[in-house]
C-alpha cells in the first residue's frame, strides 16, 4: 500500500474542506510539522464531516509528529483527525503533539463527531499531548460528541497528557 506522507512547514493555513489528499487513503497518513503548524478552517465555508480522514479497508499506519499541529474547526468541520480500518490485526499510531478546537456537528445529525478518533485492530495507538477544546453539535437525535474516542484496538493504548474541555453531548448540546 502507498503511504501519503506530508510535510509541512510551520506557519499558518486556511482551508474551506477535507484535505482532499488523505481522503480515504489506500496506504498510511504521516504528517510531519517543520515547527508549529495551525491550520483554520475558513469561516465563509460550507460545513463538513472530516478535516483530516484516513478510512481503508487494509490495515494503515498512522503518524503525526513534529511541531504541534493546530486544527481549528470554526465550527464548520464535524471531525478534526478520523482515521479508521477495517482490516485484520495490526498498525500503529503515534500522534501529538495536536490541538483541536471548534469542531461541530452541523449536517449529519445522526453520526457521532469528535475531535480525535481512532477505530479499528491496531496493536499500538500511543496520542502524546493532545488538547480538544470544543466539540458540539445542533440538536441530538442520534450520535453523540467525543473529545477524542479510541475503539476496537487490539493492543496497547497510551493517551500522555491529553487535556479535553467543552465536549457537549445529550441534551445539552447547542440547540442552533
Known amino acids: 500500500p502507498r503511504k501519503l506522507k506530508a510535510v509541512i512547514p510551520g506557519g499558518t493555513y486556511k482551508v474551506s474542506g477535507t484535505l482532499a489528499a488523505a481522503v480515504y487513503a489506500v496506504g498510511s497518513l504521516y504528517i510531519e510539522c517543520l515547527g508549529e503548524v495551525t491550520i483554520n478552517v475558513d469561516t465563509g465555508s460550507t460545513p463538513f464531516k472530516y478535516l483530516i480522514p484516513c478510512n481503508t479497508t487494509a490495515i494503515n499506519d498512522s503518524v503525526i509528529f513534529g511541531g504541534r499541529l493546530i486544527l481549528n474547526l ?95 453531548a445529550g441534551p445539552g448540546a447547542s440547540q442552533d
Not at 463527531?113 to 500511543?126: A, E, M, P, R
Not at 493532545?130 to 441530538?140: E, F, K, L, Q, T
Not at 467525543?146 to 474541555?165: A, F, H
Request: charged residues 15%; aromatic residues 6%.
Open 74 to 168: 470554526n465550527n464548520l468541520c464535524a471531525n478534526g483527525v478520523y482515521l479508521r480500518h477495517s482490516g485484520a490485526t495490526g498498525g500503529t499510531v503515534q500522534w501529538g503533539p495536536i490541538t483541536i478546537t471548534n469542531a461541530k456537528n452541523t449536517f449529519d445529525l445522526n453520526e457521532e463527531n469528535q475531535g480525535l478518533l481512532v477505530y479499528g485492530k491496531y496493536v499500538d495507538v500511543t496520542i502524546n499531548d493532545a488538547i480538544i477544546n470544543g466539540v458540539d453539535r445542533v440538536r441530538n437525535p442520534g450520535g453523540v460528541c467525543k473529545g477524542i474516542s479510541v475503539s476496537e484496538v487490539m493492543g496497547q493504548v497510551t493517551i500522555n497528557s491529553p487535556y479535553v474541555s467543552n465536549v457537549m
